[in-house]
């Protein structure tokens, strides 16, 4: 008798114990279910706040044919060929003002001649879509209409200092005012320019003359030529956003264009987009934001 109770109460000890476990895993299994299931549904929300807080605008959108860089003059003194220093230095061909570097031709027998040459640096890591490198120079002479002076730049390519393929190979008549003169590589530019940003451009005379002509130089720089569409964005939203792709529509064309803009919450800014084909007529322009938000512009 006393060893059936025994047994019965063995049984039934096992069968709390057995249910105590069973609880236990149901109740962590039930712990992992619903924080699997509120993390998830935390981030849900939190990327669709995200979503829904962004704000992104596009104030403007317009074609750009021509825009410039910055002017960069050289940074070292010019290296004279022919001719001679007669005053100033290269840091007052750095800007138009008041002051300025003055060169004098050298007997070169039969002839006086001029010919110096600057070392240029293009900071290229600012700028995309070029379309040409121009050069200018601001300067006056003596003897003016005696004869012509001639930008030629270094080209990398034949390994000669050419004009080849500027758009203005007829050189300039210098005036005892100052005046200036601009020429541009046109699409030769790569010629010219290398890789680094680096061109050495030339000022010589024409050459066949008996005077001894002198030159002040007052302004001697390139810059960066330009084109692309331009796009303003404003970001009225909290958060940065993320621009991933722009679309430009017009009737004949629907085209993507894979980008990576940045803009900081409250921030303005333009990017330019190069290299593209500009649309005709009316056009609606799109940017995709990473968050998967579209804000769309269309001019009217
Ligand atoms: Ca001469
Ligand atoms: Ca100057």
């Known amino acids: 008798m006393q060893i059936i109770i025994l ?8 069968r ?13 299994l039930v712990v992992i279910i619903v924080s699997n299931i509120f993390l998830w549904s935390y981030e849900m929300n939190q990327y669709d706040w995200e979503k829904m807080r962004e704000n992104l605008t596009i104030t403007n959108v317009y074609i750009l044919n021509e825009t410039y860089s910055e002017w960069f003059p050289t940074q070292q003194e010019y290296q004279i060929n022919i001719g001679s220093r007669q005053s100033g230095s290269y840091i007052d061909t750095q800007t138009v003002d008041g002051t300025w570097e003055t060169f004098k031709e050298e007997a070169k027998p039969p002839n006086y ?6 070392t240029f640096l293009v900071d290229l890591s600012s700028y995309s879509s070029i379309v040409t490198v121009e050069i200018q120079i601001r300067y006056r002479a003596t003897n003016v209409f005696s004869e012509k002076f ?15 393929g500027f758009n203005d190979t007829s050189g300039h008549t210098p005036t005892d005012d100052w005046s200036y003169y601009a020429v541009n590589f046109t699409d030769k530019w790569q010629d010219y320019m290398q890789e680094d940003g680096k061109l050495l451009i030339k000022l010589e005379d024409e050459g066949f003359d008996s005077h001894c002509t002198v030159v002040d130089i007052d302004f001697f720089a390139v810059r960066i030529v330009m084109s692309g569409i331009v796009f303003s964005f404003k970001n009225k939203g909290p958060l940065t ?27 303005n800014i333009i990017y330019v987009l190069g290299g593209v084909k500009f649309p005709e007529g009316e056009f609606i322009a799109k940017a995709v934001t990473e968050r998967g938000n579209i804000a769309v512009y269309s001019p009217s």
């Open 7 to 14: 047994l019965h109460k063995l049984k039934r000890e096992k």
């Open 16 to 28: 709390a114990v057995s249910n105590v476990i069973v609880v236990v895993l149901s109740l962590i």
């Open 113 to 118: 001649r001029l010919d110096i040459n600057g």
């Open 150 to 164: 001639y930008l030629k730049a270094y080209n990398w390519s034949s390994g000669d200092y050419s004009n080849n």
């Open 241 to 267: 956003a993320h621009v991933v792709s722009l679309w430009m529509v017009d009737s004949k064309f629907h085209k993507r264009y894979e980008v990576d803009i940045y803009i900081g919450a409250g921030e």
